[in-house]
């Protein structure tokens, strides 16, 4: 069936769908079975893409709610971006640098595509390393959109209220009227 609720459209939660997909992947082929690691990535990548979906869900009726889960869900995939750095650094391999040429291909793809399949095709021909630097760049555009995501309902929150606060205005309107 599918993605089905607001969240299915909203950027940050595809990428966020993407990063744990993509983290599935990498942990079952590259790393050994049993490993706690491997629980640990992939509960990151889970969390970083259901605090969305909760946030989402709750945010009508609690703007708060909303605003904490999305930073439980930016603090997840930033976990996350701990453990594949320490994956590469720990085994000498390359990470990165922010103006590389692959970190600028990269961010083009992650532009261009918010769906798992086309990423999971890249990954099957590429290295660890490769594979690793891939969701680490896929977790940087995620952080983006969950903070701009996060400031358009704040400052969305500040200039209209929250929830309480409409019915509490509905409410004086409508003794107003008696």
């Keep these: 069936m599918g993605n089905i609720g ?9 990428k966020a769908e993407v990063i744990y997909d993509m983290t599935y992947y990498f942990c079952e082929k590259y790393l050994r079975k049993g490993d706690r690691t491997i629980d640990q990535m992939v509960q990151a990548a889970r969390s970083g ?5 909760e946030g989402m869900a709750v945010g009508e009726t609690s703007k708060e709610m909303l605003l904490k889960l ?3 869900a930016k603090g997840s995939l930033q976990e996350l971006l701990a453990d594949y750095n320490d994956y590469l650094r720990v085994r000498n391999l390359r990470i990165w640098e922010s103006d590389s040429v692959e970190v600028g291909a990269m961010r083009k793809l992650g532009l261009q595509y918010n769906d798992s399949s086309s990423f999971l095709e890249i990954a099957k021909t590429r290295s660890d390393e490769v594979v690793a630097n891939m969701i680490i760049v896929l977790i940087h555009q995620a952080d983006v959109l969950i903070r701009q995501y996060y400031n358009w309902n704040y400052n969305k929150f500040v ?3 929250g929830y309480r606060e409409k019915l509490t205005r509905e409410r004086l309107a409508h003794r107003k009227n008696e």
């Design 6 to 14: 607001p969240h299915s459209t909203l950027k940050a939660y595809s």
């Design 49 to 53: 893409k259901q605090n969305i979906i």
């Design 70 to 72: 999305l930073y439980v």
């Design 159 to 161: 200039k209209e209220g």
